[in-house]
């Protein structure tokens, strides 16, 4: 199992342009999440899934979106890109939310100038 | 949510024995104790998880008191490799939520 990966792994954005951020994962996890981590700082949650056509906002939800079509994918849509989204994000999945364990994947570097 | 209270970093020598403790004064009584280690550049990993008393497995142990108002994450004759960001989380049910976690600095 490759567990979840994540594209691209590093990617340098203008401000204004848009992108999307590619999850997949496959262990058949029914719940996904997408987190952001400021340098120094601990992880954001974005936004997560519970299921494929499930989704709910997380703590910092603002400039983002996402969707779920399968249960494998997870995309992160960032729409007119801001300095402020300059982060590394993480995407996870796991068995069941909360106490189950979340499996990450490496990361996306993003930095919008 | 639970929130958590843990020690910003700390330092250790090599092969000494490390007690991370978090505080969690509002937990639920349905509430799981979880911890991930994040190394530089990488996702959190899962650690270890508990309810009550002591947990062990083969990374580390978890010391949860009587009312579970805090626990301890254990972790024995650390190496320069266990340098990482550890982070407590209260939770069962709903999305965890990852605070600033501790940076422990292992020295030779």
């Known amino acids: 199992n490759a567990g979840v990966t994540q594209t691209p792994k590093f990617r340098i954005l203008k401000i204004g342009q848009s992108m999307t951020l590619q999850c997949t994962q496959d262990?058949?996890?029914?719940?996904m999440y997408w987190y952001r981590q400021d340098p120094g700082m601990g992880l954001k949650l974005i936004y997560y899934?519970?299921?494929?056509?499930?989704?709910d906002k997380g703590e910092v939800p603002n400039g983002y979106n996402v969707s779920r079509s399968t249960t494998e994918d997870f995309p992160l849509r960032l729409e007119l890109a801001a300095p402020s989204q300059t982060s590394v994000y993480f995407c996870?999945?796991?068995?069941?939310?909360?106490?189950?364990?979340?499996?990450f994947g490496p990361g996306t570097r993003l930095t919008v100038t | 949510l639970a929130k958590t209270t843990q020690p910003i970093s700390m330092d250790s020598y090599e092969g000494q024995e490390v007690n991370i403790t978090c505080s969690h004064n509002?937990?639920?009584?349905?509430?799981?104790i979880t911890w991930y280690q994040q190394f530089p550049s990488q996702g959190p990993r899962f650690i270890i998880q508990?309810?009550?008393t002591k947990v062990t497995n083969e990374v580390a142990s978890l010391f949860i008191p009587a009312d579970r108002k805090s626990s301890t994450l254990s972790l024995p004759r650390v190496s320069l490799s266990d340098t990482a960001v550890y982070y407590c989380?209260?939770?069962?049910?709903?999305?965890?939520?990852f605070g600033k976690g501790t940076r422990l600095s292992v020295i030779a």
């Open positions: 262990m058949n996890h029914n719940y």
């Open positions: 996870a999945s796991s068995y069941a939310q909360g106490s189950y364990e979340q499996y």
């Open positions: 989380l209260v939770g069962r049910n709903t999305p965890l939520v």
């Open positions: 509002n937990i639920a009584t349905n509430d799981y």
């Open positions: 899934s519970v299921g494929a056509g499930i989704t």
């Open positions: 508990g309810y009550k």
